[in-house]
């Protein structure tokens, strides 16, 4: 898999990868993004279609909201209004881990990577509460 969200790195995935990866965004970046990674995927003349996948965060507890924020600042802060974007997207309950799920997959997302917060291993057993039967 290969990210970015520039031409060349949609060619890049097409050329040398079996798809790519939206490093962090919307379902509907993840679309446009797989339109451009599937118009690389035929120039490059590939048969079947790329595999796409993406990243979304999550923190999940009694302080998920803190714990994003800090996480995201932290990692992020360089980039000052957009780690407040970043951290806003963060899913912070169960209603927004399933609406990710979902979105996702009907943007055509392969495979979405739900990136905890904290280190804190309870994360694990909270997303798989959260999600459900959607979690595979």
Known sequence: MIGGSVGASFRRAARYASGWIMGGGTPDQLREGRGAAERAWQEEGRSGRPRIAALAYYALGPDAEETADRYIHDYYGWLGEIADAI??????????????????????????????CTSDVEQVDLLAEAAGDRLR
Request: with cysteine.
């Open 87 to 116: 951290a806003a997207s963060v899913a912070t309950d169960e209603e927004t881990v399933n609406g990710y799920l979902a979105a996702f997959e009907d943007a055509g997302c392969d495979e979405l990577v739900l990136f905890p």
